[in-house]
């Protein structure tokens, strides 16, 4: 191994408490909310092509003239309850919200720039009702953060001259300001989701962003901080010149889903996904293909299987409410887990071989496996292969747990599961629990039928 200062500080997942209870959420809510909701990515009258967070990026808008949606920021129906509530009815158990994202404006009224909520009509701080609102329904808060801020004019893509290494010694201080302002003000929440770090200026940073670190997981012990947040001394982000991971979690899977275990490196890691094909923030039209319940609940699936969780963005409108599609998508979510939530939460990889129908989940620290079933096959018959000499000593249907299955054995710990249903509605659940069988001399099991 190459010997490096600011590389990953630990190899391995985090064992402590704060980190177990985020490995065990399963279901998360990410919110992207500020100026670009307003335009919701149109601007005299043309729809940018783009993500509507990024509207201000557009060769067509003019810096000053985004600037100034600040003056029109007044979400005169926000109320943070009533976005807790409907995220507590879908199920989720933490809330990643954007305080500020790259055009800079601060939903948080930042003593370090005038470019916050304080100097717009609407005046209140939106960060601290939400924290307040979230944490009231046991949700825990996450804060997103965006490094790169075009609002601030000592914000460089690169550091090239002596100015350019002036003016981002500034900036560098301005961050660390609003950083230690946000964990101050903000203090029970459990971490921080960064984002807009991948540029030559702020990878030049090893040092400095590693002293930050340790600086805020000083003074917030138990701080969750994902591996997008620092590069090390070579420029290497997510996993260091070593091939060993920065930070607590892997933030990679940014709208994709990984394919299979081998693939998150043993990790705790989250997926943060749009619902259409990549809106965060409030957009108008949305353009393509918008994903349904039953998508988002096998993504979720997917997720939990392989020991991760799945973040489903909302993007509120610029009056405070939120729009119908995403209000109908938690609330399918929110009935589906009213169900099946035993199966997500606290779930973890089952290290079993993957099979058609469907994903499964493990829940942590038990011999619970349960099938997550999203396809049924003709034969309606799920096959169930367990480690060498597993029994199946109980199989239950979780939404309906009077239907017992009578696991026919067709192989050394080898099953066929049969339904009694063809055609289902919604994704299922069915709850298997295995016994050592390794006590047992060699098990007779029924010829296959
Ligand atoms: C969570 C999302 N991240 C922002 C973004 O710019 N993603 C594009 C991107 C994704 C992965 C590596 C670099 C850049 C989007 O605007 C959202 O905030």
């Given at each position: 191994?190459?010997?490096?200062?600011?590389?990953?500080?630990?190899?391995?997942?985090?064992?402590?408490?704060?980190?177990?209870?985020?490995?065990?959420?399963?279901?998360?809510?990410?919110?992207?909310?500020?100026l670009?909701?307003i335009?919701?990515?149109?601007?005299?009258?043309?729809?940018?092509?783009?993500?509507?967070?990024?509207?201000k990026?557009?060769?067509?808008?003019?810096?000053?003239?985004?600037?100034?949606l600040m003056?029109?920021?007044?979400?005169?129906?926000?109320?943070?309850e009533?976005?807790a509530?409907t995220?507590?009815?879908?199920?989720?158990?933490?809330?990643?919200?954007?305080t500020?994202?790259?055009?800079?404006?601060?939903?948080?009224?930042?003593?370090?720039t005038?470019?916050?909520?304080?100097?717009?009509?609407?005046?209140?701080?939106?960060?601290?009702?939400?924290?307040?609102?979230?944490?009231?329904?046991?949700?825990d808060?996450?804060?997103?953060?965006?490094?790169?801020?075009?609002?601030?004019?000592d914000?460089?893509?690169?550091?090239?001259?002596?100015?350019?290494?002036?003016?981002?010694?500034?900036?560098?201080?301005?961050?660390?300001?609003?950083?230690?302002?946000?964990?101050?003000?903000?203090?029970?929440?459990?971490?921080?989701w960064?984002?807009?770090?991948?540029?030559?200026?702020?990878?030049?940073?090893a040092?400095?962003a590693?002293?930050?670190?340790?600086?805020?997981?000083?003074?917030?012990?138990?701080?969750?901080?994902?591996?997008?947040?620092r590069?090390?001394?070579?420029?290497?982000?997510?996993f260091?010149?070593?091939?060993?991971?920065?930070?607590?979690?892997?933030?990679?899977?940014?709208r994709?889903?990984?394919?299979?275990?081998?693939?998150?490196?043993?990790?705790d890691?989250?997926c943060?996904?749009?619902?259409?094909?990549?809106q965060?923030?409030?957009?108008?039209?949305?353009?393509?293909?918008?994903?349904?319940?039953?998508?988002?609940?096998?993504?979720l699936?997917?997720?939990?299987?392989?020991?991760?969780?799945?973040?489903?963005?909302?993007?509120?409108?610029?009056?405070g409410?939120?729009?119908?599609?995403?209000?109908?998508?938690a609330?399918?979510?929110?009935?589906?887990m009213?169900?099946n939530?035993?199966?997500?939460?606290?779930?973890?990889?089952a290290?079993?071989?993957?099979?058609?129908?469907?994903?499964?989940?493990?829940?942590?620290?038990?011999?619970?496996?349960y099938?997550?079933?999203?396809?049924?096959?003709?034969?309606?018959?799920?096959?169930?292969?367990?480690?060498?000499?597993?029994?199946?000593?109980?199989?239950?249907?979780?939404?309906?747990?009077?239907?017992?299955?009578?696991?026919?054995?067709?192989g050394?710990s080898?099953y066929?599961?049969?339904?009694?249903?063809?055609?289902?509605?919604?994704?299922?659940?069915?709850?298997?629990?295995t016994?050592?069988?390794?006590?047992?001399?060699g098990?007779?099991?029924?010829?296959?039928?």
């Open positions: 191994p190459i010997a490096l200062q600011h590389g990953a500080h630990r190899i391995g997942r985090r064992t402590d408490a704060d980190m177990e209870k985020w490995r065990a959420y399963g279901l998360g809510q990410f919110i992207h909310w500020g670009y909701s335009p919701a990515g149109e601007w005299n009258g043309k729809q940018y092509s783009g993500a509507a967070e990024w509207l990026s557009w060769k067509e808008v003019s810096a000053t003239a985004y600037d100034s003056y029109q920021f007044n979400p005169t129906k926000f109320n943070a009533s976005w509530e995220a507590k009815q879908m199920g989720v158990k933490y809330v990643t919200i954007t500020k994202h790259h055009d800079g404006f601060c939903l948080w009224p930042s003593k370090y005038n470019f916050t909520v304080a100097n717009s009509p609407y005046k209140k701080d939106i960060i601290g009702p939400l924290v307040k609102a979230y944490d009231k329904r046991g949700i808060v996450i804060l997103y953060f965006s490094i790169m801020d075009w609002h601030n004019p914000w460089r893509y690169d550091i090239k001259t002596r100015e350019d290494s002036i003016a981002f010694d500034r900036f560098k201080q301005f961050t660390r300001n609003q950083l230690l302002e946000l964990l101050t003000l903000y203090p029970t929440a459990k971490g921080l960064f984002d807009g770090t991948w540029d030559k200026s702020w990878v030049k940073q040092a400095f590693d002293s930050l670190e340790k600086e805020m997981r000083a003074m917030r012990p138990g701080l969750i901080i994902g591996s997008r947040f590069a090390d001394e070579y420029g290497k982000r997510h260091d010149s070593n091939g060993n991971m920065m930070g607590d979690y892997e933030q990679g899977w940014e994709k889903i990984p394919e299979k275990i081998a693939d998150v490196h043993g990790n890691w989250d943060v996904m749009t619902v259409p094909e990549n965060w923030g409030y957009s108008k039209v949305w353009k393509g293909h918008i994903k349904t319940t039953d998508e988002l609940l096998e993504m699936a997917k997720c939990v299987s392989l020991d991760g969780n799945f973040v489903l963005n909302f993007g509120p409108k610029p009056d409410t939120l729009r119908t599609e995403e209000l109908d998508l609330k399918g979510i929110g009935e589906w009213g169900i939530s035993e199966a997500i939460y606290n779930g973890e990889y290290g079993l071989v993957k099979q058609d129908w469907g994903y499964y989940v493990k829940k942590t620290g038990t011999n619970k496996i099938m997550l079933v999203f396809n049924v096959p003709v034969s309606g018959a799920l096959n169930v292969v367990l480690p060498s000499r597993t029994a199946i000593s109980k199989v239950y249907d979780l939404g309906n747990p009077g239907q017992n299955y009578a696991p026919e054995e067709i050394t080898a066929f599961i049969h339904l009694k249903q063809q055609t289902f509605k919604r994704p299922f659940v069915i709850v298997l629990e016994a050592d069988n390794s006590k047992n001399s098990a007779q099991y029924q010829k296959a039928k």
